[in-house]
């Protein structure tokens, strides 16, 4: 505390020599009127500066909590995906475990044959299109599929019927 005793003690030698105008650059230039009322203004503007400093610090405080706290959601959040996804995983293969146990998968065609390399489709991961390969081979196909041929055939026998019926309309 030496060196901060001898510099306000500097400071006392050399206010009395400051000329009268330099008054008016202390207080940061804050405040109007007499010396007093500007040190009573300058020690106002100081809290409200000094206020605003611990309200900007304790908002970035809270903002930096709110920051790891939505990180920390979105992580649990990220296990509880991979959770899932292996237990879909688990589950499909304890599935299919037991549709090879009982012997389902025996009568599929191409049975001990070395599945066809994929050339048609590079982008595809090769389970994939493996998978609905067989599948299609052994006559599965996705609901909307079947919706769309009833619809495709419906159309045509509406199409058809109206045919028939304006070639009955055109002999009489």
Do not use: C
């Amino acid at each position: 505390g030496s060196a901060r005793e001898e510099d306000e003690e500097e400071d006392e030698q050399f206010k009395h020599m400051a000329p009268q105008h330099r008054q008016y650059l202390s207080f940061e230039g804050i405040g109007i009127g007499t010396p007093s009322q500007r040190e009573k203004q300058y020690r106002k503007f100081r809290m409200n500066r000094a206020t605003e400093q611990v309200l900007d610090y304790r908002k970035q405080k809270l903002q930096h909590e709110e920051l790891e706290n939505n990180m920390m959601v979105k992580d649990v959040q990220q296990s509880k995906k991979i959770k899932i996804t292996q237990a879909v995983e688990r589950l499909v293969e304890d599935l299919i475990q037991e549709s090879m146990a009982k012997g389902e998968f025996d009568n599929l065609s191409g049975k001990g044959k070395p599945l066809q390399k994929l050339s048609q489709y590079p982008y595809i991961d090769p389970m994939t299109h493996n998978l609905n390969r067989i599948l299609i081979e052994n006559g599965y196909q996705p609901e909307w599929i079947v919706r769309q041929k009833e619809i495709k055939q419906t159309i045509e026998k509406v199409q058809n019927d109206m045919v028939a019926f304006r070639r009955k309309l055109g002999e009489s």
